[in-house]
């Protein structure tokens, strides 16, 4: 053993477990010899292994400076600083292993990851195919390519690599969840629904993700009552009921205090819902307020740089466990914690099945229940929901007068133009809605609406309308009676902002039976009014209350025959149309769906109601 090598003793030292032991060799060695690369690389392993990626950089960068062309050294360097969130210079690391030697596929799929970390999407998916090419059966790379042709909507070529990656590891939760979301962004949502089954019931149902997945879809789908999708929410819940360390909130409540409000969301960013919740942040009262948002997003972009500059604490949760986060939101003291995202991407349902905070809500992201028993409440409006509705909740009602929501429109939303019926000399009608929301029932109503208008077009437009949804939908216009030249099917958006294709809508056609939000404040602040069908669950009803609060009430049909009728009625008008057109943003931006001060203090009432509620329930045993 005398003349054993350090090195050799102190690698068996590390592989057995004994870090210090070995360290206290490594450091010996460097030492005797500073230069020694792989003393400095096992050195920056151990850094690793102990958490310290940025000491590991300091000792893999060195010995890669002795050894630049020895690959493995090279991808322990670019692993270290993947760890640290530098994707750029990893890529740049792991472009060198690949030039010392291309042949390895585990080096191209890090590298592809790398790239797709810094954005280059483009190099991520070519460096995929090479994993692909150097490893015919590597489920991973076929499973994150489809991932990068999701991002980039080319929703074709997704499904075909999920499918690959369902023939590798057929049981995977991840790939068929995956596969199942992009059959459901094109509008084949009964083949979602059966993959989404498949996968919670591959999971056991324990697998909240791929759970969430599945009770999205399904308010999607005209198949399912509103009973029956409230059921499947209740199931959800049970599952969920009782894991974690739940907490009993025992200590005395004082009823009128100032309230810690903490908003959980992975949308702070541009998405939708920022659009309703910045002017809620933006207005609250801080003195009777202290206004927390907890973010679940890698995601940071101008809206996001623009909430962080409000007068609030900020907390970032992505990535950090539901322990983690429950002992961040317990330590913050919350008093009401705010859910807003239901069971759509990102959500934190498991983490509020632990009971973080006294009082939980649920609000604006989900139409529907989120089945927990744990979250106290739910809040609406009496369109969305009367009380005959109530049943349909794990949680209790609560109602903001007139509207449930507050919208802030976009600051470089163009002006308005000119009806395009006095142009064009027929009727332009309009959707922007997501794929998923055009089943059936809706495609069925719109013909009706063309074949009673025969002079009348259609737009529908988005980006993931592939060849394949395309044909789809044609085929379906030819079936009921109308010809497909009627049709505008566009998939690229204009470069000058998707808000300018209202420039060529003369009417919003809405959906069912989920019925668009978002898109029916958009279309209204573009001039553009809005046909809706008034539907049987909060879903459908979305559209219903934003008309109704703007002054519109005559656009929400009861019945489709309604439907049909408020369509032919404003055809017909084209003057009235075209005044309409002139001061619908006026009529909006008057109205209480746009005045955040006011809308805010109505939902802090909400939100004090549902705290004296907490207080009244623990008072009285």
Not at 87 to 98: P, T
Not at 118 to 131: D, E, F, S, T
Not at 401 to 424: E, G, H, R, S, V
Request: charged fraction near 25%; charge should be neutral; aromatic fraction near 8%.
């Amino acid at each position: 053993m005398e003349n054993a090598d350090p090195l050799m003793i102190a690698v068996k030292l590390h592989r057995q477990g004994d870090l210090d032991g070995a360290e206290n060799i490594y450091r010996a060695v460097l030492e005797v010899r500073p230069d020694n690369p792989d003393a400095l690389r096992l050195m920056g392993l151990i850094a690793r292994q102990r958490g310290d990626n940025n000491a590991a950089i300091g000792f893999l960068k060195k010995a890669c400076a002795f050894q630049p062309l020895n690959a493995g050294f090279l991808v322990d360097y670019a692993d270290a600083l993947y760890a640290e969130n530098r994707f750029d210079e990893s890529a740049a690391v792991y472009e060198r292993a690949l030039t010392a030697e291309p042949g390895k596929a585990p080096t191209w799929y890090k590298s592809a990851s790398a790239n797709r970390g810094a954005g280059n999407c483009k190099a991520a998916m070519a460096h995929l195919l090479k994993a692909i090419e150097c490893d015919p059966d590597f489920f991973d790379a076929y499973y994150n390519l489809g991932n990068c042709l999701r991002e980039i909507n080319a929703i074709d070529e997704a499904l075909a690599s999920f499918s690959e990656a369902k023939k590798l590891q057929p049981l995977s939760v991840p790939a068929l969840s995956n596969y199942a979301e992009a059959l459901q962004v094109i509008g084949r949502v009964d083949e979602a629904m059966e993959c989404f089954r498949k996968a919670v019931s591959i999971a056991k149902e324990r697998n909240a993700p791929a759970y969430s997945n599945l009770l999205l879809c399904m308010n999607y789908d005209l198949k399912y009552s509103p009973e029956e999708i409230y059921a499947e929410h209740a199931r959800f819940g049970t599952l969920l009921s009782g894991i974690g360390r739940r907490q009993s909130f025992t200590g005395a409540m004082d009823p009128m205090p100032t309230l810690r409000l903490g908003y959980v969301s992975p949308d702070f960013c541009d998405h939708p819902v920022s659009r309703f919740i910045e002017p809620i942040l933006m207005n609250h009262d801080r003195a009777g307020f202290e206004v927390y948002c907890y973010y679940g997003n890698a995601r940071v972009d101008e809206v996001t740089r623009c909430l962080r500059l409000l007068p609030i604490s900020w907390r970032n949760i992505h990535g950090v466990s539901d322990e983690d986060a429950l002992t961040m939101i317990r330590d913050d003291r919350i008093d009401i914690l705010v859910d807003l995202a239901g069971h759509t991407a990102g959500n934190r349902l498991p983490l509020f099945a632990q009971k973080p905070s006294p009082v939980q809500v649920s609000y604006c992201g989900y139409p529907n229940t989120t089945g927990l028993a744990e979250m106290d409440y739910y809040i609406t409006d009496a369109c969305l929901d009367s009380e005959k509705d109530a049943p349909l909740y794990t949680e209790k009602l609560l109602r903001v007068p007139d509207c449930f929501c507050c919208y802030m429109p976009p600051q470089n939303a163009p002006d308005i133009k000119d009806l395009p019926a006095l142009t064009n000399r027929h009727i332009s009608f309009g959707s922007l809605h997501p794929l998923t929301r055009l089943n059936v029932g809706v495609l069925n109503l719109w013909s009706a609406v063309l074949l009673a208008i025969p002079t009348a077009r259609l737009l529908i437009v988005r980006d993931t309308l592939t060849n394949e949804a395309k044909k789809r939908l044609s085929t379906h216009f030819e079936r009921q009676g109308v010809d497909p030249l009627r049709i505008d099917l566009l998939r690229e958006l204009p470069a000058q902002g998707y808000l300018t294709l209202f420039h060529g809508i003369d009417i919003t056609l809405d959906t069912h039976p989920w019925s668009g939000h978002t898109a029916a404040c958009e279309s209204l602040w573009m001039g553009v009014p809005v046909i809706t069908l008034c539907g049987n669950r909060h879903a459908g009803r979305m559209a219903s209350t934003i008309l109704r609060s703007v002054g519109l009430p005559e656009w929400v049909a009861r019945t489709e025959e309604d439907y049909c009728a408020i369509a032919v009625k404003a055809a017909v008008d084209i003057e009235k149309l075209r005044a309409l057109r002139k001061n619908l943003r006026n009529k909006m931006a008057g109205s209480i769906v746009c005045d955040g001060a006011a809308f805010t203090r109505k939902l802090e009432a909400v939100f004090r109601k549902a705290w004296q509620q907490r207080c009244s329930a623990q008072q009285n045993g």
